[in-house]
């Protein structure tokens, strides 16, 4: 059975630090991965997605992500963040009948 | 272009009610899907619609839900005799199509309320 693990459910970091938010997933079909970001009181919104080809994902909000086959993970970074990213982030995999299986969350906490 | 819309926004009930959650999907979108999301299970899968296909109803936690779409368009899920632990935020997205690794696009949500 597919599934994503999400190490942290809140990390805290001060404004203008990296951040990388951990998500390592269980699949034995092929491997189409999402980042959703849910800000508060808003619905779930895409940030970047891998279905294929460079495993350095590139999204909005200049995040990124990097597909790791042989650590089976899927981590999120961003080199700086702003308080406009708190947030609640989520990992997901595709499921083989094309269903998100999510992780659990991380909470952005972005401290002044 | 409008997004997915979704009905009510909240909803309060009493436990052993009826309650229909609307789901509006991005215009062309012939695929469906809804999930929840529970403090206590984080985000799940219930069902999922493409086009005039029998929908995957492999995620539904009980009988007491359904969900059907009418048209290829709009999307009613049902929860019948409500029951606490159904008290959740219900979510319904559309993609193009899922006949591959197509964007899901998400609408606001439902907060569901049962007392």
């Known amino acids: 059975a597919q599934s994503v693990t999400q190490l942290d459910s809140q990390v805290p970091v001060f404004e203008e630090a990296p951040v990388e938010l951990r998500c390592n997933y269980s699949?034995?079909?092929?491997?189409?991965l999402f980042w959703y970001v849910q800000y508060p009181n808003q619905g779930l919104q895409l940030l970047l997605k891998?279905?294929?080809?460079s495993t350095l994902v590139k999204g909005i909000n200049g995040f990124e992500a990097e597909f790791n086959k042989s650590q089976t993970s899927f981590h999120l970074r961003k080199p700086s963040v702003h308080i406009s990213d708190t947030a609640e982030y989520f990992c997901?995999?595709?499921?083989?009948?094309?269903?998100?299986?999510w992780g659990a969350g991380t909470k952005l906490i972005i401290k002044p | 272009g409008a997004g997915v819309s979704q009905s009510p926004s909240n909803k309060v009930t009493e436990k052993g009610k009826d309650v229909e959650l609307r789901c509006d999907p991005i215009?062309?979108?012939?695929?469906l899907y809804w999930y929840r999301q529970s403090l206590g299970q984080g985000l799940e899968f219930l069902i999922y619609?493409?086009?005039?296909?029998?929908?995957?109803k492999s995620g539904l936690p009980s009988d007491r839900f359904s969900a059907e779409r009418t048209g290829g368009s709009v999307s009613t899920l049902t929860i019948q005799r409500t029951q606490q632990e159904d008290s959740a935020v219900y979510l319904c997205?559309?993609?193009?199509?899922?006949?591959?690794?197509?964007?899901?696009?998400f609408g606001p949500g439902t907060r569901l309320l049962v007392l």
């Open positions: 997901a995999v595709m499921g083989s009948n094309y269903q998100l299986i």
């Open positions: 699949s034995s079909v092929s491997v189409y």
């Open positions: 891998y279905l294929s080809g």
């Open positions: 215009s062309g979108h012939t695929a």
């Open positions: 619609f493409q086009g005039n296909s029998a929908p995957d």
């Open positions: 997205a559309s993609s193009l199509s899922r006949r591959g690794p197509e964007t899901q696009y």
